[in-house]
């Protein structure tokens, strides 16, 4: 089975930066960062497949980059200004072409206004 490891997760004050890294233990079509609070449904924020296409939350638009090294089997989520309302769990995600999905154990990402 695929197993996703993540680091880069922290404590930042408003309009700082943090860099997310996910490492798959295969190559994956497509990888991505989702993030989670409490009482809320978790959301996609960022994804990205293996020819580079990628897509967006509409609220990290122009703030987040997502990146993927395929050789390295390796995604990662450069969080630019950040705001307090970025503060969640952030989980890396992995799914095959068989639509089968993988996920990280989440990184917590604290951002203090």
């Known amino acids: 089975q695929v197993q996703l490891v993540e680091s880069g997760g922290g404590s930042v004050q408003a309009g700082g930066s943090l860099r997310l890294s996910c490492t798959a233990s295969e190559n994956i079509f497509r990888m991505g960062w989702y993030r989670q609070t409490p009482g809320k449904q978790r959301e996609l924020v960022a994804r990205i497949t293996t020819g580079g296409y990628t897509r967006y939350a509409d609220s990290v638009k122009g703030r987040f980059t997502i990146s993927r090294d395929n050789a390295k089997n390796a995604v990662y989520l450069q969080m630019n200004s950040l705001k307090p309302e970025d503060t969640a769990v952030y989980y890396c995600?992995?799914?095959?072409?068989?639509?089968?999905?993988?996920w990280g154990q989440g990184t917590q990402v604290t951002v203090s206004s």
């Open positions: 995600n992995a799914e095959d072409a068989a639509l089968r999905g993988y």
